[in-house]
């Protein structure tokens, strides 16, 4: 019998259990290989990461507590893969107080073993990290059925370019990414001499906090899905306004690019916009019970949060309006305590009087045009009294907005009218938010509000000089508020230096910010922007085709899109294994069903809340081939296939997804427009990717067609050399051209071009040794 194998991701240690004889968990990085045989998978407890930033100066502290589930004592050898340049500062491996020392294997050595794994896993996901650097250390006795926990701590520089910092920890593993049994913990310190603006994480949802040159970034989950490397940005900026650009640009395309604006952390009140805001809160029958208790003391929250320098109402409406005063009044100590005694006397009562309250809100606003004006607009209905025709309804809400008002609606429950809520919304500078009517309502309003609460900058306007910029998102810029940051993405020609101009209207009167920017010419590195781009302009055009009906031209762009980003839509084309070939792993296929959800548990259930309403419960998806059914082949690693070949299978026209897109009512319609907004809010790109017949490496697409995943620069004359995959010549590839990783990490079978007229084929069978030289010249760019 084989021996098993265990081993976890470098610089983060996601380690995650892997046993060679079909074991259902997962491989990563790192290894912890026991001596003993047969041995079941040890499990990770607890994986707990303590980052502390100064200048450039990385220090990382891992701590990871393993179980072993068995009833006997074992042994094993600890690896693990450091980042290039980086010095072990300590290590520790508690063992009944006893503490074992450590050392770095020599290099090629950890290479040898490293390459052994990953042709026993046969899982081209593992390639990423093949040439690092390893520390190894012995790890006996591991008690049975008993925790051990490994402490390590080591030191290196984050990349810095164009004023940006970048610290990466690599935590994504294959196809079968580990879980955490218990919590996931990760706190980052960012320290420097100059003040920290934009800290923001592309991969994951983290809280953020910035007190002039120091920043904190944290999160902590339990059963927490270590799939995705954690990747956290931030600049250093001494002016009012920080802003920073990154750029995406390959060989033939338009570049992309996402701008990052967030203002000075310690704004006096003198210099925050006074705001006006009318609270326009629906207390129809339908909202009795608990919805109208969380609605009321979310509603008490916001009043209770208004600055000196804020106007406002409140105007609950259910058959007819009331309201707190005519026209908004001052927001004093005696007007506040006024105004929260009236909202706790609000009753649930009557029918649902959208137009009659929206009149109230305009007619009541007073105060200077210059302070921005917001309604919060909470509604578990649909026009029931007055005017109830929505194209009727929505044009006398835009009639009499005259002074720009942003509306930001909460859609509580599922009998909502979610056309009328999204564009109330969208055509007044807002965003539509759907709830549950439970405490859930609360707590999203109070944490809207605090967002919103201290206005710097309101009519934002921005303006690029020196290149040429479009499709960008979104297409109204919001204001920008203390301690919050605008994420901008959107697309560029005629790359090179740039003026960027961001004006807005401030407590001081109109202020303009210019800064200098390089759109680069080339640059594969931040390749989260596209995928981020793409699914904000895909959330735009479904908006479009739930608000307009299809039409070619839509519905084409969509599936372009999705098809090559992987991204979950009614139109998406994907690949399905055929009924004689290998099934794959159901933890796989729900890869396809539920993209863009990091925190469940792989191999556990998906739940309903999480998955997309673009993609169809299992026991439906066979009949359904529009979206990724439980024959769905999936990517090993990076969308690519490690057994068998597939077949394309288009959407079929009677989609029930796409019958969500007409549905403006119930609980699909709510499911629909949530997903399309969080498509267009979306500000995290998660690697993981439905598996569709287009996938994108090395800057360019690589389309399924027989088997292979082939680049769209390989042509059928070419001269080919075909390498089988994890043999002695794989191993060279990799060494010889490091570059070829994310291309060869979408699967066994692929066809790369590596040169003019020279298309390198990966396959399961092929050469398994070749010259060095012969292979250097086919390779040679």
């Known amino acids: 019998m084989k021996p098993a194998y265990w081993f976890c991701r470098a610089l983060g240690p996601a380690v995650l259990s892997f046993a060679l004889l079909g074991a259902d968990a997962a491989h990563a990085i790192g290894i912890l290989v026991p001596t003993q045989p047969g041995i079941p998978a040890l499990r990770l407890l607890n994986h707990r990461v303590e980052v502390v930033v100064t200048e450039r100066g990385a220090r990382t502290k891992v701590t990871q507590e393993f179980l072993n589930p068995t009833g006997q004592q074992l042994e094993a050898t600890y690896l693990f893969p450091l980042p290039k340049g980086a010095t072990v500062d300590e290590y520790a491996l508690w063992m009944n107080g006893k503490r074992e020392i450590g050392k770095v294997m020599e290099r090629g050595r950890a290479r040898s073993i490293y390459e052994s794994i990953v042709r026993r896993a046969r899982d081209p996901g593992l390639i990423e990290y093949v040439d690092g650097e390893m520390f190894q250390a012995r790890v006996f006795p591991i008690p049975a059925r008993g925790r051990q926990r490994v402490e390590l701590i080591y030191s290196h520089l984050v990349d810095y370019e164009a004023g940006v910092h970048r610290y990466l920890y690599p935590m994504k593993t294959d196809a079968m990414a580990a879980t955490t049994l218990e919590d996931f913990t990760l706190t980052v310190d960012v320290k420097n001499k100059l003040p920290i603006r934009n800290l923001y994480s592309p991969t994951h949802r983290v809280g953020t906090r910035t007190r002039g040159t120091q920043a904190w970034a944290s999160m902590e989950k339990n059963g927490f899905s270590l799939a995705d490397d954690f990747i956290l940005y931030w600049s250093v900026d001494d002016?009012?306004?920080?802003?920073?650009?990154?750029?995406?640009?390959?060989?033939?395309?338009?570049?992309?690019?996402?701008?990052?604006?967030?203002?000075?952390?310690?704004?006096?009140?003198?210099?925050?916009?006074?705001?006006?805001?009318?609270?326009?809160?629906?207390?129809?029958?339908?909202?009795?019970?608990?919805?109208?208790?969380?609605?009321?003391?979310?509603?008490?929250?916001?009043?209770?949060?208004?600055?000196?320098?804020?106007?406002?109402?409140?105007?609950?409406?259910?058959?007819?309006?009331?309201?707190?005063?005519?026209?908004?009044?001052?927001?004093?100590?005696?007007?506040?305590?006024?105004?929260?005694?009236?909202?706790?006397?609000?009753?649930?009562?009557?029918?649902?009087?959208?137009?009659?309250?929206?009149?109230?809100?305009?007619?009541?606003?007073?105060?200077?045009?210059q302070a921005p004006h917001i309604v919060v607009f909470m509604t578990d209905g649909r026009p029931t009294v007055g005017e109830t025709d929505v194209t009727k309804l929505l044009a006398s809400v835009q009639g009499r907005n005259r002074d720009s008002a942003r509306i930001f609606v909460f859609g509580v429950g599922e009998d909502l009218n979610t056309v009328l809520l999204d564009k109330l919304a969208d055509n007044n500078g807002g965003r539509a938010s759907y709830l549950k009517g439970d405490a859930s309502l609360q707590q999203e309003v109070t944490a809207f509000y605090d967002r919103i609460s201290y206005p710097v900058l309101s009519g934002l306007k921005l303006e690029v000089n020196g290149v040429s910029i479009f499709g960008t998102h979104p297409r109204t810029l919001p204001g920008l508020f203390r301690g919050s940051q605008l994420v901008l993405l959107g697309r560029y020609r005629n790359a090179g230096r740039a003026s960027v101009t961001l004006t807005g209207q401030s407590g001081r009167g109109q202020r303009s910010f210019s800064y200098s920017a390089d759109f680069a010419a080339s640059g594969t590195e931040h390749k989260f922007i596209p995928r981020l781009w793409a699914q904000r302009q895909v959330g735009m055009l479904l908006g479009e085709i739930r608000d307009k009906g299809e039409t070619p031209g839509l519905v084409d762009e969509v599936t372009q899109l999705a098809t090559a980003f992987g991204i979950i839509t009614p139109y998406t084309s994907y690949l399905v294994v055929e009924p004689t070939m290998q099934q794959p792993r159901p933890e796989l296929v729900r890869r396809g069903l539920d993209d863009m959800i990091p925190s469940r548990p792989r191999g556990g259930p998906v739940r309903e809340e999480e998955r997309s309403v673009f993609a169809p419960a299992p026991a439906e998806a066979e009949a359904d081939m529009a979206f990724a059914p439980p024959s769905a082949a999936a990517p090993s690693a990076s969308g690519g296939f490690a057994k068998g070949e597939g077949r394309v299978a288009r959407p079929k026209k009677d989609s029930k997804a796409r019958d969500s897109l007409r549905t403006a009512t119930g609980e699909t319609a709510v499911a629909a427009a949530r997903e399309i907004g969080r498509l267009q809010d979306a500000t995290v790109a998660t690697a993981r990717q439905a598996p569709t017949a287009v996938v994108r490496a090395l800057g360019r697409k690589f389309k399924f067609d027989s088997g292979y995943y082939v680049d769209e620069k390989s042509r059928a004359d070419d001269k080919t050399l075909t390498i089988k995959a994890y043999s002695d010549a794989y191993f060279m590839v990799l060494r010889l051209r490091p570059g070829l990783k994310d291309a060869l990490k979408l699967g066994e079978k692929i066809k790369v071009n590596v040169g003019k007229g020279r298309t390198l084929i990966i396959a399961s069978e092929g050469k398994e040794k070749i010259a060095e030289g012969e292979l250097k010249s086919f390779l040679a760019k």
């Open 239 to 369: 002016k009012d306004v920080g802003l920073t650009v990154l750029t995406y640009k390959d060989e033939a395309e338009p570049g992309y690019f996402m701008l990052l604006a967030s203002p000075r952390d310690d704004f006096r009140d003198r210099e925050i916009i006074g705001k006006r805001v009318s609270f326009v809160i629906d207390i129809s029958g339908s909202m009795a019970g608990q919805k109208i208790q969380a609605a009321k003391q979310a509603l008490d929250y916001c009043v209770s949060k208004l600055g000196e320098d804020d106007l406002f109402n409140v105007i609950p409406f259910g058959s007819y309006v009331e309201k707190f005063s005519d026209k908004m009044v001052a927001a004093s100590r005696d007007n506040v305590q006024k105004a929260r005694a009236f909202v706790q006397q609000i009753e649930a009562v009557g029918g649902t009087n959208i137009d009659e309250a929206f009149q109230a809100a305009f007619d009541g606003v007073s105060g200077s045009s």
